[in-house]
C-alpha cells in the first residue's frame, strides 16, 4: 500500500540552524502539505502546495519557512533560522485531488536546542 | 473560523466496553469531516471520510457517524489494540487545510 514517507525521523539541532525536512509524498498525489504538533497540542496547518507553488499558508509559516519540490518525488520544509519555538513533530501529508483524503506520513521530530 | 471540539478528553474502557467519541464542528459549508488514529510519537492514520449528514461508515469495531454538527465515532467490543488518540478534522476556509480537533485518548485496559 502506497504510503507517504519521512526523513530525518528525528532532527536535533542548534538554535539559529537551518534544518531541511524531507517527504516523498504518495506517487500519484497532486496536492502537499505540511502540518506540525508541538508536544501534547493539537495538529496545525502549516501550509499547502500544488503545481510547483503555494496555495495556502498560516500564520505560523512565516519567512522563515520555505517549501520546495525540487525533483518529481520529494517535498522538503526548510526552516531558515530555527528557535526553540519550532520543537514540534512535523507531519508531510498528500491528497489526490482538492478535497481528498489527506495521508500523512511518520512525522519528523525536531529538537531545537 | 473553524472550530473542531473533541470529547472527551479521556476515555478509560474495559475491553468489551462498548463507547462513543464526539467531534463537534463549526465551519461554513462542510466538505467533509475526517477521522484519524495516532498512536504515540507516530502520524495520524486515515480511518474514515464523511461527506453529508446522515452517512455512515464502518471499519472493523468503528462506526463513524455525521450529522449536521456532529460526528460520532462508536467503538463496539473494543479491544486493547484499539488504545490511541482518535482525532477528527475538516477542511475549512474555502480551502483544503485540514483544522484539527484536540482528539480523545483512548485507553482500553484487559
Known amino acids: 500500500e502506497p504510503e507517504v514517507t519521512q526523513t530525518p525521523s528525528h532532527q536535533v539541532t542548534q538554535m539559529g540552524q537551518e534544518v531541511i525536512l524531507r517527504c516523498v509524498p504518495i506517487?500519484?498525489?497532486?496536492?502537499f502539505y505540511w502540518y506540525r504538533q508541538i508536544l501534547g497540542q493539537k495538529v496545525e496547518f502549516l501550509v499547502s502546495f500544488y503545481n510547483n507553488e503555494i496555495s495556502e499558508k498560516s500564520e505560523i509559516f512565516d519567512d522563515q519557512f520555505s517549501v520546495e519540490r525540487p525533483d518529481g518525488s520529494n517535498f522538503t520544509l526548510k526552516i531558515r533560522s530555527t528557535k526553540l519555538e519550532d520543537s514540534a513533530m512535523y507531519f508531510c501529508?498528500?491528497?489526490?485531488?482538492?478535497?481528498?483524503?489527506?495521508?500523512f506520513g511518520p512525522g519528523t521530530r525536531l529538537l531545537v536546542l | 473560523e473553524d472550530q473542531v471540539t473533541q470529547s472527551p478528553e479521556a476515555l478509560r474502557l474495559q475491553e468489551g466496553e462498548s463507547s462513543s467519541l464526539n467531534c463537534s464542528y463549526t465551519?461554513?459549508?462542510?466538505?467533509?469531516l475526517f477521522w484519524y488514529r495516532q498512536d504515540p510519537g507516530k502520524g495520524p492514520e486515515f480511518l474514515f471520510t464523511?461527506?453529508?449528514a446522515g452517512e455512515e461508515k464502518e471499519k472493523e469495531r468503528l462506526k463513524a457517524t455525521l450529522t449536521k454538527k456532529e460526528s460520532f465515532l462508536h467503538i463496539t467490543a473494543p479491544k486493547p489494540e484499539d488504545s490511541a488518540t482518535y482525532l477528527c478534522?475538516?477542511?475549512?476556509?474555502?480551502?483544503?487545510?485540514?483544522?484539527f480537533g484536540t482528539g480523545t485518548q483512548l485507553k482500553v485496559e484487559l
Open positions: 506517487s500519484n498525489h497532486l496536492y
Open positions: 464523511l461527506y453529508s
Open positions: 465551519v461554513s459549508g462542510l466538505r467533509g
Open positions: 478534522a475538516v477542511p475549512g476556509g474555502g480551502g483544503n487545510k485540514l483544522t
Open positions: 501529508a498528500s491528497s489526490e485531488d482538492f478535497a481528498g483524503t489527506q495521508y
